[in-house]
Each structure stands twice: as C-alpha cells, then as structure tokens.
DNA sequence: GTGAAAGCGCTAACAT
DNA sequence: ATGTTAGCGCTTTCAC
C-alpha cells in the first residue's frame, strides 16, 4: 500500500491540495459539495493526514514529554492515567522518558526532548535539578512539575504540601502527649522525606520540642525490613511514620514479630495511601493523595500554559490536598 | 532564543548545510577542520536538529507506539522500564496510549497512531482485537504484541504461556490426590484467566477428570473480598489460584476470617508473583514472570523488524519462561 | 470559494 | 571534500 498523501487526495477529487488541507482542518470557507467530494477521496483512499508534516508546518507537535524516574510506576500509575486521559481530551500524546537511578544520563533524556520538539514537559519528581530545568526553559519549552513546589520563569508546579500534611498530623500526637514519633528513611523518595523530615521539625520546634527520630536505613541492609526487624526488638515509638505502603507492612511485619501489638504498643501510619494498606492486618491508616488528579491537573495546566496569551490565564502553582484514612493501625 | 536550524549553523561555519548535515549524522567523508568549524558553530549556537524534519526527510519518526490498558501501571510497570531500557540504547522514543476498559475508543486511539507515523507499534494484552491489528497492519506498521500468542504478517509476539505453566502445576496436585482445585476470576485480566482456565482443564482432561471450580465474582459484589468473605465462609479447596496480588490477599484473608488455616486447610498460589506476595503472612506463593525481560524483548523484536532486511532474522513468536517460587501459602 | 506558491528544517542524490 | 537542489507532506498567505 503505497503511502498516499493530501496530493493524492486532491487529485482523486478534482481540487487542489489547499482545499483538501483546509477540509481536514474543518475550515467554514469550503463549500458544502466539494467538501463531501473530497471526504469521500479521503475515505475511498483511506488518507490519514501525516502529523510529522503537519508538525513541521505549523511548528508545534501536539505532543508532549512525560519524565518519571524508572521504575517508579508503581506509585505513578495513576498520576499517569490522569494525565493521559486529559491529554486525549486536548488531543496531545505523550512521550516516555525515564530517569535512571544514580547514573545521570539526565542530558541524554533532556537532548531528545529538545530534538524532539515536543510543545511542553511535564517532570515528576526531582531527578531533574534546576539547572536541567533551566536548559530547558532556554528552548523556550514550557514545564510542568509534579510534586514539587517549583518558582521559575515557564515553570508551574502541581503538588501537594506534605510538609503540611505530617505537621498537622504529628501536632495532634504531640499535643496528646504522644512524643515519641518516628520517620523511617525511603531511599527511593528523598525529595518526599525531605519534606516530610521538615514537617515533622517545625511540629516539634513549634510545640518547643525537638524531633530526632529520623530512622536511616543503614546500607549494608539490603532492605528495610531486614533492619527494622532488628530495630523493633530493641526501639519502640508511640507512632512510626513511612512514606509507602511497602515500609509500612515491612513495620508491621517486624513489630508483630518483635512480638509487640499495633496499635496499642505503637502506632503506625503510611503516608502515602495504597489498597494493599488496607489489605494488611491490621489495615494500616494512611492519607490518600491524589494521584489522578495530580495527573490530570498537571496536564491541563500544561494546556492551558500552551494556549492562554497571557500568564495570568493559569496559577504558576496548585496545590491539591489529601484525606486522611483512619483504619486499624492507629488509635 | 530564536529557533535556530541547520541553515544557521552553516552560515556561522560557513559551509553549507549539506556539510552540517554530514556532520551531525556523522558521516565519514567530511574533513577535520571543517568538522570542528561545524562543531563549534553548533556548540556557540546551541542547535538541536529537528527531529521532525529529519523525521520528514527520512520517512521515518524513530519512536515507536506503546499501547497498554489503562490503569495496569502496577502490573505493566517493569514492561515499560523493559521496554524503555532497550529503546534507549536503540535511539527510539516511546509514546504512550492507554486503552480504556469498555468503552471502546480503540479507532481513535489506532488513528492518532497512524497519523503519528510511529515506526512500529508495541501492543501490552488483549484490548486491541485482531481486527484493529488488521488496520494498523494494512499501514504497514510493524506490530509486536506482548503476552498474547499471535500469528500473523508483520506481528510478532512475546509472552509467557500461562496454560502450560498452570498445566504443569496442577497436574502434579492432581497426581497426589489433591483434585479440588478452584481459580479466582479476574475482571481485570480476563486474557490471562482464559489461558489459565484452558490449562486447567486440560490438565483434568488428561488425568481423567474434570475442572469445574472456576470461582466467578458476582457482579454485584464491589470487591472480590466482599464475596470471597461469605465463599469461604461455606467452601474448601485443596488449592486456590489466584492471578494477582490483591486477589491472593483477599483469599488470604477471606480464609483466615472464615477460621481456616493457610497452608494447612487449604493452599494458595499467586500467578503473578509480586514482592506484597512475600510481605503477607503467611507469604504467598507465585510465579517469577519475567515482565522485564517482557518488554525488554519486544523492544528488541521490534528494532529487528525495522531493521533487518528479511523475515528471517527474528523469531515470529518468543516464549519466555518463569520461575516457581514457594513460600509458606502451599505445602 | 478555490488555487498557486512559498516555506517549515532536514536528507540525499547529483554536481563540482 | 563540499555545495546545489529537489523533495518529504503539510499549512497558509496571497491572488483570482
């Protein structure tokens, strides 16, 4: 089957290739029967207009970069999806680009992005540091970030305040009495714990204590529960905090086999929500962000940065906000 | 920052754009000096080549489609970074397309494909039917389809035979005596569950018997946990097979809230392994099933495709196989 | 309302 | 070894 283009088109028709063009771009000016004259070339060719010329005509590619550190798609799923089903609704597709671990191939990634001309890009999570971001401003392209709050000329930013969310959390145990809170380390999300560490200092600070309980993984253990299996024997808190659904059963495991009882000896809670949280036992709490809509809001930002004239048409950054999910592993 | 091409560049070296172009592609007859003159000018301007336009030149996108039902990010994840992974070191972007459950949005999904003029396309499960393959076929679009058996023109496929492995699996229950076998439903993959029904039953067959537990979940029922509550309540088995990992925790728990024990009362075996099997207790059993190397193998059928000359350099179908690994939920 | 022609940025013969 | 030129398939002024 021989590639068949609009010239083809025109000339099964009878018209010149401008009026095909200006048919499958639903233009008012043609008139009605010649622009069912060439729906049916089209449909007897079976013509699909080529978006690679049409890119490079119009200077835009409907497309847009999607960067997600490797392997995180099981947290990013839905983030995903959202994201997707509003880029179908605007009719934008959206490329892949994984940001590996340690090794900083990062230039790599940000180099196809930019030969690939792709209309904007969207970045979950920091492996991308501002000086890469700032490369890609210079190209002019426009940048949304996902979970982290972000200032930059080009930039919005779409997240949701964990800082606050474990502040107004810990403040609750700490007026009760209840001090002895832990944070267990999440290597996989530094920028999370990050943010989750300073929450947890200002509840403290503001209530004239200090946090200290920030549990490290040490690096000889090759994973979190084969330390907080030790750990528990010898520690316990009134409440341990994780960031995913993984470390909070890893806790449950190596607490319930320390021999203690959640949640009466020690409470616990996992940041980030997940259905396997409340398929454990006991069910761990947990807040649930929004994933979804982190995705989809994400993306129409990213159309409306594309589409508005002006800045003022969309806010630089959004916060969106969770639910706290009370199940059996606190009191 | 003015969108600067190759004609640029070559009036900043002073050369033509032909000679540019020689030197980003690499080619082999330019001279040194006139290569770092090119070189230099590119690196004072900052150019990126257009990929588009080379796309346009070359009839040919470099990126490839990937389609994969919507919301299967946590079982899809290690595909896709298997996938990306070798789609990096081939040069080949990957643009995303999620299929919607029921709604079948599938033509518009294989038309933004067409027009994209990917270089091939790389389908994850059963939601595009032969029929839809058939069109983008007739395009001359290269397909690998991952997880599905298929013989077809320009298709290759990658997967696992889930009939064979169940077969094996059951057969050897079978044999000690163990013949009260049942298989949880999973709306969410009935490909995978047909496979593994066929296998059962044929596993029966050839011992003389025949498989009749095929546990539906009612359509009424939110959850597969609500109604394996009151199953298991009034059911016993020998063996319960599960697909999935929420799946297998819900019989988990179903079957401990009914007062039975796990593996002692009844045995339980995941499918699709996954590491909240072993974080369950008692740890569920499952199947390695190379997702990694799923992807990552169909990435590589695919750059085969596009690249050798005749039929003959690649396998129209791979078989990958799995690793059976038991933990504490079977005897 | 429709057509002619220039241009989007690049590659690849063909010349020199 | 380097330059010239004709496409690749489409959009969009500008004429008519």
Chains 1, 2 share one sequence.
Do not use: W
């Not at 590639?3 to 043609?30: F, H, M, P, Q």
């Not at 999370?192 to 560490?197: A, D, G, S, T, Y």
């Not at 495991?253 to 996992?270: F, R, Y």
């Not at 589409?307 to 199940?327: V, W």
């Amino acid at each position: 089957m021989k590639r068949i283009t609009i010239y083809d088109v025109a000339k099964e028709a009878d018209v010149s290739l401008a009026t095909v063009s200006r048919v499958i771009n639903g233009s008012e000016v043609v008139r009605e029967d010649t622009r069912s004259k060439v729906q049916e070339a089209i449909e007897k060719l079976g013509y699909k207009p080529n978006a690679i010329a049409q890119g490079l005509a119009l200077q835009k590619t409907t497309t847009i970069a999607l960067v997600v550190p490797e392997a995180s798609f099981y947290y990013t799923g839905q983030i995903i999806n959202g994201l997707i089903d509003v880029a179908k609704i605007y009719n934008y597709n959206i490329v892949l680009h994984t940001t590996t671990e340690g090794i900083s191939k990062t230039n790599d990634i940000i180099e196809t992005i930019i030969k690939s001309r792709v209309d904007g890009v969207i970045i979950f999570n920091d492996k991308l540091d501002k000086d890469d971001l700032k490369v890609l401003t210079n190209y002019q392209v426009p940048i949304v970030v996902i979970g982290n709050q972000m200032i930059a000329d080009n930039i919005c930013s779409v997240y949701v305040d964990y800082a606050k969310l474990i502040y107004d959390y810990a403040d609750k145990y700490i007026k009760k009495g209840k001090t002895n809170l832990a944070l267990i380390e999440d290597r996989k999300n530094p920028a999370m714990i990050k943010q989750l560490n300073e929450g947890l200092k200002k509840a403290f600070e503001d209530n004239g204590l200090t946090f200290t309980n920030y549990i490290e993984i040490p690096k000889e253990y090759r994973s979190s529960y084969m330390f907080l299996k030790d750990y528990f024997k010898m520690f316990s808190h009134d409440l341990v905090i994780t960031y995913r659904d993984s470390q909070a059963m890893a806790v449950l495991n190596s607490v319930q086999e320390a021999g203690k009882s959640i949640p009466d000896d020690l409470e616990l809670v996992c940041v980030l929500d997940s259905k396997y949280n409340s398929m454990a036992r006991p069910q761990i709490s947990g807040f649930k962000i929004p994933d979804y809509d982190l995705g989809a809001v994400s993306m129409r930002v990213m159309t409306k940065m594309l589409h508005e004239e002006n800045e003022d048409g969309y806010n630089r950054e959004t916060e969106l906000s969770y639910i706290y999910t009370p199940r059996k592993s606190t009191i």
